[in-house]
């Protein structure tokens, strides 16, 4: 189904749906037949070991991966039919923070805001710089931040333009407690809000309370694992044992 996009006037998507997805690099398989859906207000989690295929997974939702087989449709439709304006419903948040260090924290959002024409820019880059509670470090250069401060202006830089899907790999990595508390709230609120969250992570304790869905990557394989049974880490566990033919 499609509908109106938060802070845009064009269409946008409540729904992702991937059909036998494979990704080959050359004689390397890195995704085979991947199948599943994910919708408005939910937060889907993409585990596995290192080299399991979820990065690659997450560039093929964003669409700079194009899928060698199978087929991604947002809000029903192939990105084919989008075009260039699908990228204007996603964000994207990766091992690169994409901040630039000699730039203010504010300077770094106007920057990203006006690559994306957001209107009202000043207004809301003020209250991404709020919603990251670094207001107060408005003025002062990046290159002087924590980690936590670095990765939650780079989540803000990621929802500038209120996308409809976003794409995360690995958000908690480095972060203290008190930070990936506050991204962990900061996701339910974008839950509460309809977004569609698909994050890769290998922070079981935290993905356990926040999750609603997981799949399970081994090999470019994919499988959901099912909610109850027992604490995530060991139902991932017991995933990784069983056959997956």
Request: glycine share 10%; hydrophobic share 35%.
């Amino acid at each position: 189904m499609t509908t109106a996009g938060p802070g845009t006037t064009a269409a946008a998507f409540d729904d992702v749906d991937l059909h036998d997805v494979s990704r080959h690099y050359g004689r390397r398989r890195a995704l085979a037949r991947v199948t599943f859906s994910c919708g408005r207000g939910q937060i889907l989690g993409l585990l596995g070991p290192n080299g399991s295929g979820k990065s690659t997974l997450l560039g093929v939702l964003s669409t700079l991966v194009r899928p060698s087989l199978g087929e991604v449709r947002y809000g029903g439709r192939p990105s084919s039919e989008w075009g260039d304006a699908l990228r204007r419903h996603i964000g994207v948040l990766g091992h690169d923070l994409f901040l630039y260090g000699d730039l203010t924290a504010y300077e770094n959002l106007e920057f990203f805001g006006r690559l994306y024409a957001v209107p009202d820019l000043d207004r809301r880059v003020r209250d991404a710089l709020e919603a990251a509670r670094l207001t107060d470090r408005a003025s002062d250069p990046v290159n002087g931040f924590s980690r936590g401060m670095r990765q939650r202006l780079a989540l803000e830089r990621a929802l500038l333009h209120q996308p409809r899907l976003v794409l995360l790999d690995e958000p908690f990595t480095g972060l203290d407690d008190e930070s990936a508390q506050l991204l962990t709230d900061r996701l339910k609120t974008l839950r509460a809000s309809g977004v569609i969250v698909v994050l890769a992570t290998h922070d079981f304790d935290t993905a356990d309370s926040l999750l609603d869905r997981v799949v399970c990557l081994r090999e470019g394989r994919a499988r959901e694992i099912e909610r109850g049974g027992g604490p995530l880490r060991e139902r991932y566990r017991q995933a990784l044992k069983e056959s997956w033919t």
